[in-house]
Every structure is written in structure tokens, then in C-alpha cells.
């Protein structure tokens, strides 16, 4: 590894650890001629994967994407940084061991919506408001009234 400071291209390694829930290994490393110390960080490369969209087009995976998304969906929630991270890394852990080079929007939302729905309602349905674009109240009534099923055999004694 070529130290950032003066170049030079030997280093010894003074620390490792495992972060991003295992994928990456943070490295603290000191450079043998000039003694500075700085960090690099070791990740498995993932395959290329193209997402197809609804017009059928394509364009490569972006998780900032899916974070931005969510962080609409939680705005003014009671959702953690940490938990939005959390989603996250499931959902692209999700995609890229589906072991596909092409996924669809549509399997993307509906693995966000299944996280958010376990997570915050409100949350939920703002992001299916936009992911299933409700045109009128009716349809968005109809989802509220879905998801009040669904809680129902949850909360019974």
C-alpha cells in the first residue's frame, strides 16, 4: 500500500476490524519511511448489476437511491439514522445475493415497502404513496385499510 504522504510503497498494518456489518475491513496502517499513520478500508467487489426501470430502461444500482428514498418516507418519524442504514444494507444485500445481473424497481420498492412496513407505518405508506403512485383517496384508503388488517391477528391476545 503506497502511503498518501510521501508515497513511499511499503506500510505495516496496525489495526484491523471488520465494519458495514462485516462486508468492508478498516485498515490503520503507518507508512515505514515517514512514520504517518492513515486508514484504509478493504471491500468485496461486487458484480455490476443494472436496474430495470418501468420504461424498461436500465442504469447501474445506486443504494444512495434507496437511502434517499427512505429518508423521504421517514421524514419528521421517528426512525434512527442507524435504522435507515440498517434497511439499507438489507435490501442491497438482498439484490446483490439474489445473484442476478438485472433487478426491476418493482422488486427493489417492494422489498423497501416490506422493511418500512415493519418498521413505521406512517413511513410505509408515504413510501407506497409514491412507489404505487395513489392517484385519488380511494386508493389510498384502500391501502390504509389493508395494512389496519394486517395488524389486526398481530395485536389480539
Known amino acids: 500500500m503506497r502511503c498518501p504522504v510521501c508515497g513511499f510503497e511499503d506500510c505495516k498494518v496496525l489495526d484491523s476490524r471488520p465494519v458495514k456489518e462485516g462486508n468492508s475491513i478498516r485498515r490503520k496502517r503507518e507508512c515505514i519511511q515517514c512514520g504517518k499513520r492513515f486508514t484504509t478500508y478493504e471491500t468485496i467487489e461486487q458484480p455490476t448489476l443494472l436496474v430495470i426501470k418501468k420504461d424498461q430502461s436500465r442504469e447501474l444500482f445506486d443504494e444512495n437511491k434507496i437511502r434517499n428514498g427512505i429518508i423521504a418516507a421517514c421524514h419528521k418519524r421517528p ?30 420498492g417492494e422489498m423497501i415497502m416490506e422493511e418500512l412496513r415493519r418498521l413505521d407505518e406512517v413511513a410505509y405508506i408515504r413510501f407506497a404513496s409514491v412507489y404505487r403512485q395513489f392517484t385519488d383517496l380511494s386508493t389510498f384508503l384502500k391501502e390504509m385499510s389493508r395494512l389496519q388488517t394486517e395488524q389486526k391477528p398481530d395485536k389480539a391476545p
Open 79 to 108: 426512525v434512527s439514522a442507524a435504522d435507515i442504514e440498517a434497511i439499507v444494507s438489507r435490501v442491497e444485500q438482498a439484490v446483490f445475493n439474489s445473484m442476478q445481473e438485472e433487478v426491476t424497481t418493482r422488486q427493489i
